[in-house]
């Protein structure tokens, strides 16, 4: 089986055995494939995907590094974005950047703040009660955004009444 992906010439890819690299007008985004069964070549501005297997757990896995190789090519021309609203009824909670660090102060009225690392290629910005998460790597900014909503998540109380948390409602590429 063989796939092939047409890079744009505003994008150049590095293909060093199973790392690859792609470079854009919007920055890099590396990855390694572990996978033994996929091979990955370069031929001109195109990427092709073999492998000699047709079974149908191989074909999914060079399906999903076709979609990830795709991901990687959409993400340095337009960043990947996820939009977070905080919702509170019952104690106000206060989001706040501060440094690589996010902070949510004062959830369902704790003294400790919930904090979350921020990775240097992810940007996080809070406008009212709005989180931003911007990044290249649709992966990274995903998982940072998975992460922000896990850490305001309701435990041991009712979720239906307390509905207090930092909750995803909007991602895709973001546009200029």
Not at 4 to 13: G, N, S
Not at 93 to 102: C, D, I, N, P, Y
Request: glycine share 8%.
């Amino acid at each position: 089986m063989k796939e092939e992906i047409v890079v744009p010439q505003d994008v150049t890819f590095e293909l060093n055995g199973n790392f690859v690299k792609v470079v854009g007008k919007e920055g890099t985004v590396e990855k390694e494939f572990k996978s033994k069964v996929i091979n990955i070549k370069k031929e001109g501005n195109k990427i092709i995907l073999e492998t000699q297997n047709n079974r149908r757990k191989v074909l999914a896995v060079l399906n999903t590094v076709k979609s990830i190789i795709n991901n990687m090519i959409s993400g340095v021309n337009k960043k990947y974005k996820y939009i977070l609203r905080g919702v509170y009824s019952h104690f106000p909670m206060t989001l706040s950047v501060k440094g690589k660090t996010f902070v949510i102060n004062n959830y369902l009225g704790e003294k400790s703040p919930r904090v979350v690392k921020i990775p240097d290629d992810v940007e996080v910005t809070v406008k009212g009660k709005e989180v931003f998460v911007v990044s290249v790597d649709k992966e990274k900014a995903g998982i940072i955004a998975g992460l922000i909503e896990n850490s305001a998540k309701v435990q041991k109380k009712d979720r239906r009444i307390f509905q207090d948390g930092v909750y995803i409602i909007a991602k895709g590429v973001q546009d200029e």
